[in-house]
């Protein structure tokens, strides 16, 4: 067996004492890994908000190993999940810091800018541990760019660990616990981050998918209220308008009572107590397979997230948001079950028992059926990319209009309404839709993807953590386009996080200026690797999305 080893960081005065951290030779970096950043959300503390971590370190303690994961399950999105099994435990609230091993305080008297990223996964698994999301790479690039940062990353809670809700939980203020520890380590942050060389005053969250989602609902949190946790945020394929309904009463105990009758707490006249004694991986197994979300608490969130966009009940903080060409690909094969989609009774089953409400009217369904068939017939409006309408017999012919229609419920329509509500207000918004597809997903049935910018933004060229190297390309020449992209994209995101405008990138050769989302002239900018970085005016499907949107009520969004 090879041994490695490596040498250990300074000693750093943090709130609960003194953390050591590990040297990492290759980056040149100081990483201070798996910190706890609360008391153990275990036994009694379970269904409880996160507890302040009060304990006090009488010997330096030494973190340089990721904590373990917090407990998930795997939501079978292609694209997205890995085949691997991960160590995981009740006991994850951790919290990472990654910084320039030469840091000095000359660089910038009040601390560096820091990137907090926020996985996704649906809120039912991920993991700040996962190779995928290497902040040792961002902090490399921003190091390279003259312009270091401090990367974070932390773990929450997820599924009915995170999410559970209905009686008793809402009555004793046991929801949204997986939020409510993303607060806490936010505030962890606040109160540690200068220890690190850390400017709490520039702190910046960068999340995807569920990540994204979880950033919007900290920024809606409270009405809106500006607790100073963060300055900036960067949205990918998340938006502030919640890209699910949100779960009723009555769905919340009709999900709660399946998952009560797997256990053994079902006739319990006690449910909470009962719960919290089945071991962790018992309770993971009966809550595998349903759909546990944040829910209106009428505590955190008081309403609809349409709502708070409609009365400017948001964090007014600089945006940077955006989505894939093909977002609603790999949820409809998720959907559908494996069924094709071939007619109007199919399209309303795959919408109502998933994307909507089961109570959606029918007109409803319909009326999104006429104005989405309409648009797979315009190519420029669909924007389909490389995806076909009809890829074959097991997708059916309705897939391409199914995917735009999904892709738009969930995440295209609320980035628009979120760039125009900024933009109402005066607050800075940037745009852009990113469409180039990855090596390892066919083109023509997934496309530009769901998830499938990431790699794009962690500048992921070694393909690390990735079942097929997302740059894997036989075609030399394209390949160096991907990774030029990478390249770009990552310094954008980078330059945004510093100084709150993607364009001061300082890629030489690359001249167009991303603008401000404008109303009067709004545009996305369009990130394509092989015809190249283009903008965008961002009119398309206007009668479909503006459907959506004002149909948000009706959707419990």
């Known amino acids: 067996m090879i041994r490695f080893s490596y040498l250990l960081t300074a000693l750093l005065p943090i709130k609960n004492g003194t953390v050591v951290g590990k040297y990492n030779a290759h980056y040149k970096q100081d990483l201070f890994l798996g910190i706890p950043y609360a008391k153990p959300p275990v036994q009694d503390l379970r269904f409880t908000r996160p507890q302040h971590l009060t304990e006090k370190w009488t010997t330096p303690k030494q973190v340089t190993g990721y904590g373990p994961y917090c407990y998930g399950f795997n939501v079978h999105l292609v694209g997205f999940d890995r085949n691997l099994t991960n160590p995981s435990s009740e006991d994850c609230l951790t919290i990472n810091v990654v910084r320039p091993h030469d840091y000095r305080h000359e660089w910038a008297p009040n601390g560096l800018p820091v990137l907090v990223w926020v996985y996704g996964g649906g809120f039912q698994e991920g993991a700040s541990a996962d190779p995928r999301y290497n902040m040792s790479r961002l902090v490399e690039i921003s190091t390279e760019m003259g312009k270091p940062v401090i990367g974070v990353s932390f773990n929450y809670r997820m599924n009915a660990f995170g999410f559970i809700s209905g009686e008793p939980f809402n009555t004793i203020g046991a929801t949204n616990l997986g939020i409510h520890d993303q607060r806490l380590a936010l505030r962890w942050i606040q109160e540690n981050i200068a220890s690190f060389g850390g400017d709490p005053g520039r702190v910046t969250l960068q999340g995807e998918s569920a990540g994204a989602l979880s950033i919007s609902l900290n920024m809606l949190a409270y009405n809106g209220r500006d607790e100073g946790l963060f300055q900036r945020a960067i949205l ?13 009463v009555e769905n919340q105990k009709e999900i709660l009572d399946i998952f009560l009758n797997r256990t053994e707490c079902s006739s319990s006249t006690d449910i909470v107590s009962c719960l919290r004694k089945i071991p962790a991986g018992d309770f993971i197994e009966a809550a595998t397979g349903l759909p546990w979300h944040p829910i209106i608490d009428n ?10 966009i409609k009365r400017g009940d948001f964090l007014k903080i600089p945006l940077l948001i955006g989505t894939n060409t093909n977002e609603g690909s790999t949820f409809v094969e998720l959907f559908s079950q494996g069924s094709p989609v071939n007619s109007f009774d199919d399209v309303s089953r795959v919408l109502l028992s998933s994307v909507f409400p089961l109570q959606l009217p029918n007109d409803t369904i319909a009326r999104l059926h006429e104005l989405y068939s309409d648009v797979v017939k315009n190519t420029s409006e ?5 995806v076909i309408p009809n890829p074959g017999p097991a997708y059916g012919k309705l897939h391409g209009e199914l995917t735009v229609l999904v892709g738009d419920s969930m995440f295209n329509t609320g980035r628009r309404v979120s760039c125009q509500a900024w933009t109402q207000r005066n607050i800075p918004a940037y745009s852009f839709r990113f469409d180039t597809n990855p090596a390892g997903l066919s083109p023509e049935v997934y496309g530009t993807a769901h998830f499938q910018e990431v790699p794009f933004v962690f500048d992921s060229i070694d393909g690390e953590g990735y079942d097929v190297n997302p740059f894997d390309i036989n075609e030399q020449s394209l390949k160096q386009k991907y990774m030029d992209l990478a390249r770009l994209m990552t310094r954008m995101w980078l330059s945004f996080a510093q100084t709150g405008d993607p364009n001061n990138h300082g890629v030489h050769g690359f001249n167009l200026h991303w603008p401000k989302y404008d109303l009067d002239s709004p545009f996305n900018i369009v990130f394509n690797a092989t015809r190249g970085i283009t903008l965008e005016k961002d009119s398309y499907r ?9 149909s948000a009520a009706i959707f419990n969004r």
């Open 542 to 550: 206007i009668k479909g999305m503006n459907y959506i949107w004002e």
């Open 299 to 308: 505590d955190l969130l008081s309403q609809l997230t349409s709502e708070s």
């Open 382 to 386: 669909a924007t389909l990319g490389t």
């Open 236 to 248: 990918e394929s998340g938006t502030p308008l919640f890209a699910h309904n949100f779960p009723t």
